[in-house]
């Protein structure tokens, strides 16, 4: 008897260990599962007391839904967070064009009704000098948290996730455009040989400028070269005002208007504004022939682009009616869902094209290089989750937030179109570039050969030697609707590009007075590293 | 005091504070807003009458002031003329009539917003409706929401398929007012239709049709939903009205200084309209 009560103890104690490190398994609202480690999930999850039992934290996100872009991986993984956590999470979605002014004026009024919010990068610079959101270095640090790489991501995502040294939001959304075309036709050698004999000379694939894109989408462009009985189209663009239609220009026009340089000063390197006086430099003469180039090669895709969001002008190119789009990685990965793609297998994918041709302020000149001008970019909203200020529970949100970013939620959101996470870090790419396989993008849903294009291509965009600057000063969005709305008017062709950018470059001046030059010179030569 | 006259303050004491906090408050805090620049969460800084001098440099402001100006034309002259036609139809004996009515009254009860997501589907280039059947029977489609005159054009038929029934049904009721004696005197003296129309019928409905060109005129002026869910204001800024503007600078840039003097330039003009017209009704009865 004396021994057996020591050996049940024993087995007893061996159990509750055993119980303790194991492994835990969750299950989404899709009904897949992860089998996460303790550490990957950290202790709060791990040892099962639910702490934050009785607590709810509310989230605001771009309205999408439960299967919508950056909204549906919320609710997805909901169930599962509550039932690790103990916590309650209210989902608040809110219109793209309201989510900012909605979060603006909860923040500025001290109204504290959300506590975290999914952000557009660019609002990162207004919510970080209004001291609106708080930093989460420590939280990082903290094993009771769940476990997320931020080494992983490449120095173009971690500026947005980042303001001056300190982090700000765990990974989420990586957004980048990326070209995007039609493998299989490009590649049709009789295609090839009639484009050879109407220009001279033989396209490259992908093409390496702009000027050569525009050749192809224009001999593409109004017959029907997919066979369907319809004139299709060169490209397709979403255009629309108001639904993200400027970010095509800021991607395009980079090769156009930026000098590349060892460092940023007052001629390399930037885009936006003259570093030392905050000029704008929208209406200079490379953004001018960028816009003019984008408005001709706005002709060879379909008319009512200039009214399309994404969806539409997606939706275009899922069904195989245009060669070419320039896009967010959505594109990439929505390809693969035969319900609303039928070009699964015949997608190609690179980083944009430049242009040998590029402005040069300090001659005040376009100066010619021998390879093109190429630039990767972070145009888009990097959409990810950042902790009011004003919260009681900043760290249920960053549990919250932290959870979402944790490789293995963050590698099967990236695997499905309709989450709107798309890829960014080293643990999304395929070896030799990253430590994801092939064979489990396949097993959700991927062409093998698809997978290899996408990745490879935001690989190259990201990790490019030169990333395009991007503008998260005070006022950011302010900046960039009026950028959209004049766009659009010339996209209309209401105004002339000239006429549209001198517009711009009006109104910018107009919200720098307002917000204070000096104020914001400070914060854009801090956002773009001016000097460094 | 007696206790009946007391009980009439107590009665009235709600509808004062209501006015008071709903009506005088943010009136006179906005009038005060107009001379400050403000932002919220930061001290507002005093700029006198800058504000109100930045309107005359404002193209922004005009170009919307001018698309809301033609709108309010072209949208309330139609809704009228042609709530005047309707109701003059249905004034006449016809089967089937209360039918009719019904039906032809059902926008109205359409909230705006929905009317205008309503017209992203009906007017969509690529396979909506109107251009299915525009392409079924003559080839061609109309680019109404990528082109800024027919964009323009979307928005004012939705506005007047929405509107029209209200003015029909005023005018209705107008004209099922006008004695039958008048009318019955004045078929003795004349046989055209046009003639009763011109003397008899329109100058005894004019206060009406004055009364409904009004309030049509001052609903028009605030016109927003309808275009925020189906234009958003574009293509460009080509349909963006005054009301859009003003959001935008007010609630989205956070101009809450400048917003205001665009809503009290807005309440200027409305008030001259208005007065314009009771004087014209002023003048019919008198």
């Given at each position: 008897?004396?021994?057996?009560?020591?050996?049940?103890?024993?087995?007893?104690?061996?159990?509750?260990?055993?119980?303790?490190?194991?492994?835990?398994?969750?299950?989404?609202?899709?009904?897949?599962?992860?089998?996460?480690?303790?550490?990957?999930?950290?202790?709060?999850?791990?040892?099962?007391?639910?702490?934050?039992?009785?607590?709810?934290?509310?989230?605001?996100?771009?309205?999408?839904?439960?299967?919508?872009?950056?909204?549906?991986?919320?609710?997805?993984?909901?169930?599962?967070?509550?039932?690790?956590?103990?916590?309650?999470?209210?989902?608040?979605?809110?219109?793209?064009?309201?989510?900012?002014?909605?979060?603006?004026?909860?923040?500025?009024?001290?109204?504290?009704?959300?506590?975290?919010?999914?952000?557009?990068?660019?609002?990162?610079?207004?919510?970080?000098?209004?001291?609106?959101?708080?930093?989460?270095?420590?939280?990082?640090?903290?094993?009771?948290?769940?476990?997320?790489?931020?080494?992983?991501?490449?120095?173009?995502?971690?500026?947005?996730?980042?303001?001056?040294?300190?982090?700000?939001?765990?990974?989420?959304?990586?957004?980048?455009?990326?070209?995007?075309?039609?493998?299989?036709?490009?590649?049709?050698?009789?295609?090839?040989?009639?484009?050879?004999?109407?220009?001279?000379?033989?396209?490259?694939?992908?093409?390496?400028t702009w000027d050569?894109?525009?050749?192809?989408?224009?001999?593409?462009?109004?017959?029907?070269?997919?066979?369907?009985?319809?004139?299709?189209?060169?490209?397709?663009?979403?255009?629309?005002?108001?639904?993200?239609?400027?970010?095509?220009?800021?991607?395009?026009s980079a090769p156009f208007c930026i000098l590349p340089g060892?460092?940023?000063?007052?001629y390399h390197?930037?885009y936006?504004?003259?570093?030392?006086?905050?000029?704008?430099l929208?209406n200079s003469e490379g953004h001018v022939k960028a816009l003019e180039f984008?408005?001709?090669?706005?002709?060879?895709?379909?008319?009512?682009?200039?009214?399309?969001?994404?969806?539409?002008?997606?939706?275009?190119?899922?069904?195989?009616?245009?060669?070419?789009?320039?896009?967010?990685?959505?594109?990439?990965?929505?390809?693969?869902?035969?319900?609303?793609?039928?070009?699964?297998?015949?997608?190609?994918?690179?980083?944009?094209?430049g242009s040998y041709e590029v402005y040069d302020r300090s001659q005040g000149k376009f100066v010619k290089f021998d390879t093109p001008n190429?630039w990767?970019?972070?145009?888009?909203?990097?959409?990810?989750?950042?902790?009011?200020?004003?919260?009681?529970?900043?760290?249920?949100?960053?549990?919250?937030?932290?959870?979402?970013?944790?490789?293995?939620?963050?590698?099967?959101?990236?695997?499905?179109?309709?989450?709107?996470?798309?890829?960014?870090?080293?643990?999304?790419?395929?070896?030799?570039?990253?430590?994801?396989?092939?064979?489990?993008?396949?097993?959700?849903?991927?062409?093998?050969?698809?997978?290899?294009?996408?990745?490879?291509?935001?690989?190259?965009?990201?990790?490019?030697?030169?990333?395009?600057?991007?503008?998260?000063?005070?006022?950011?969005?302010?900046?960039?609707?009026?950028?959209?709305?004049?766009?659009?008017?010339?996209?209309?062709?209401?105004?002339?590009a000239k006429?549209?950018?001198?517009?711009?470059?009006?109104?910018?001046?107009?919200?720098?007075?307002?917000?204070?030059?000096?104020?914001?010179?400070?914060?854009?030569?801090?956002?773009?590293?001016?000097?460094? | 005091?007696?206790?009946?006259?007391?009980?009439?303050?107590?009665?009235?004491?709600?509808?004062?504070?209501?006015?008071?906090?709903?009506?005088?408050?943010?009136?006179?805090?906005?009038?005060?807003?107009?001379?400050?620049?403000?932002?919220?969460?930061?001290?507002?800084?005093?700029?006198?009458?800058?504000?109100?001098?930045?309107?005359?440099?404002?193209?922004?402001?005009?170009?919307?002031?001018?698309?809301?100006?033609?709108?309010?034309?072209?949208?309330?002259?139609?809704?009228?003329?042609?709530?005047?036609?309707?109701?003059?139809?249905?004034?006449?004996?016809?089967?089937?009539?209360?039918?009719?009515?019904?039906?032809?009254?059902?926008?109205?009860?359409?909230?705006?917003?929905?009317?205008?997501?309503?017209?992203?589907?009906?007017?969509?280039?690529?396979?909506?409706?109107?251009?299915?059947?525009?392409?079924?029977?003559?080839?061609?489609?109309?680019?109404?929401?990528?082109?800024?005159?027919?964009?323009?054009?979307?928005?004012?038929?939705?506005?007047?398929?929405?509107?029209?029934?209200?003015?029909?049904?005023?005018?209705?009721?107008?004209?099922?007012?006008?004695?039958?004696?008048?009318?019955?005197?004045?078929?003795?003296?004349?046989?055209?239709?046009?003639?009763?129309?011109?003397?008899?019928?329109?100058?005894?409905?004019?206060?009406?049709?004055?009364?409904?060109?009004?309030?049509?005129?001052?609903?028009?002026?605030?016109?927003?939903?309808?275009?925020?869910?189906?234009?958003?204001?574009?293509?460009?800024?080509?349909?963006?009205?005054?009301?859009?503007?003003?959001?935008?600078?007010?609630?989205?840039?956070?101009?809450?200084?400048?917003?205001?003097?665009?809503?009290?330039?807005?309440?200027?003009?409305?008030?001259?309209?208005?007065?314009?017209?009771?004087?014209?009704?002023?003048?019919?009865?008198?």
């Amino acid at each position: 008897m004396k021994r057996i009560v020591p050996l049940g103890v024993l087995v007893f104690l061996l159990f509750v260990v055993a119980l303790a490190y194991a492994d835990i398994t969750l299950t989404n609202a899709s009904g897949e599962s992860i089998t996460f480690t303790e550490e990957e999930l950290g202790t709060i999850a791990a040892s099962g007391e639910k702490p934050f039992e009785g607590i709810t934290i509310t989230v605001t996100v771009n309205q999408g839904g439960p299967k919508g872009g950056i909204s549906g991986p919320l609710y997805e993984w909901r169930d599962a967070w509550e039932q690790i956590t103990g916590a309650k999470l209210n989902i608040v979605e809110i219109p793209y064009a309201e989510h900012y002014p909605k979060v603006m004026t909860d923040l500025m009024t001290g109204t504290g009704q959300y506590d975290g919010f999914f952000i557009g990068s660019d609002w990162m610079g207004e919510l970080v000098v209004g001291n609106y959101i708080v930093p989460i270095d420590d939280y990082m640090k903290d094993p009771r948290f769940p476990k997320w790489d931020p080494d992983s991501l490449p120095p173009s995502i971690r500026t947005l996730y980042t303001w001056g040294d300190k982090w700000y939001g765990p990974l989420n959304d990586c957004d980048g455009q990326i070209l995007y075309y039609r493998k299989d036709i490009l590649t049709n050698p009789d295609y090839r040989a009639k484009f050879k004999e109407k220009y001279g000379y033989e396209y490259n694939i992908p093409p390496k400028t702009w000027d050569e894109l525009y050749d192809i989408s224009e001999f593409f462009n109004g017959w029907d070269w997919n066979n369907d009985g319809e004139p299709d189209s060169g490209i397709v663009m979403h255009l629309k005002v108001g639904a993200q239609g400027m970010y095509h220009y800021a991607s395009l026009s980079a090769p156009f208007c930026i000098l590349p340089g060892e460092k940023v000063d007052k001629y390399h390197n930037v885009y936006w504004f003259d570093p030392e006086d905050m000029t704008p430099l929208i209406n200079s003469e490379g953004h001018v022939k960028a816009l003019e180039f984008q408005l001709k090669l706005q002709k060879t895709g379909p008319d009512a682009q200039v009214a399309w969001s994404l969806g539409e002008a997606w939706d275009y190119f899922l069904r195989g009616k245009a060669v070419f789009t320039f896009s967010w990685g959505d594109v990439g990965s929505l390809v693969q869902d035969e319900t609303r793609s039928k070009i699964k297998g015949k997608l190609g994918c690179s980083i944009l094209p430049g242009s040998y041709e590029v402005y040069d302020r300090s001659q005040g000149k376009f100066v010619k290089f021998d390879t093109p001008n190429v630039w990767g970019n972070t145009t888009g909203g990097s959409w990810h989750g950042v902790i009011s200020a004003l919260s009681k529970h900043p760290e249920v949100v960053y549990h919250l937030l932290a959870f979402h970013a944790t490789n293995k939620i963050s590698l099967w959101n990236v695997q499905r179109g309709w989450t709107g996470v798309d890829p960014g870090a080293r643990f999304h790419f395929l070896p030799p570039y990253g430590t994801a396989s092939l064979e489990d993008y396949v097993a959700n849903g991927f062409d093998p050969e698809d997978a290899k294009e996408y990745l490879k291509a935001y690989y190259d965009n990201f990790f490019a030697p030169n990333v395009a600057p991007y503008l998260r000063i005070p006022g950011g969005n302010e900046y960039w609707v009026a950028l959209d709305r004049h766009l659009s008017e010339a996209y209309t062709g209401q105004v002339s590009a000239k006429e549209a950018l001198d517009r711009v470059a009006r109104d910018w001046e107009e919200i720098t007075e307002r917000y204070g030059r000096e104020e914001q010179l400070k914060v854009y030569q801090e956002s773009i590293g001016y000097g460094k | 005091m007696s206790k009946g006259k007391r009980i009439k303050y107590f009665f009235i004491v709600p509808s004062i504070g209501w006015v008071l906090a709903f009506t005088i408050f943010p009136l006179l805090y906005s009038a005060s807003l107009t001379l400050f620049r403000v932002r919220l969460g930061k001290p507002a800084r005093f700029v006198g009458l800058a504000n109100f001098a930045r309107i005359l440099s404002d193209y922004k402001m005009w170009n919307s002031l001018r698309i809301t100006l033609v709108y309010v034309a072209v949208t309330v002259a139609l809704q009228v003329l042609l709530g005047l036609l309707i109701a003059l139809l249905f004034h006449q004996e016809m089967r089937g009539k209360s039918i009719f009515r019904a039906l032809l009254i059902l926008p109205i009860f359409c909230t705006p917003v929905a009317v205008g997501y309503l017209g992203l589907t009906v007017f969509y280039e690529e396979g909506g409706p109107i251009n299915s059947i525009l392409m079924s029977l003559l080839g061609t489609k109309i680019p109404w929401l990528s082109n800024p005159f027919w964009a323009w054009v979307a928005i004012l038929l939705l506005d007047i398929w929405q509107w029209t029934p209200f003015c029909f049904l005023v005018i209705l009721a107008g004209l099922q007012s006008l004695p039958e004696e008048i009318y019955d005197a004045a078929y003795i003296d004349s046989s055209s239709e046009w003639e009763i129309f011109r003397k008899i019928t329109f100058p005894m409905v004019q206060p009406v049709v004055i009364i409904v060109l009004l309030l049509r005129l001052i609903e028009s002026f605030k016109i927003f939903d309808v275009v925020y869910s189906l234009t958003g204001g574009g293509p460009g800024t080509s349909t963006e009205v005054y009301s859009l503007f003003t959001y935008r600078t007010g609630l989205k840039f956070f101009d809450f200084g400048y917003a205001s003097v665009l809503g009290y330039l807005l309440l200027a003009m409305v008030m001259v309209v208005v007065n314009i017209f009771f004087r014209r009704v002023r003048e019919v009865y008198e």
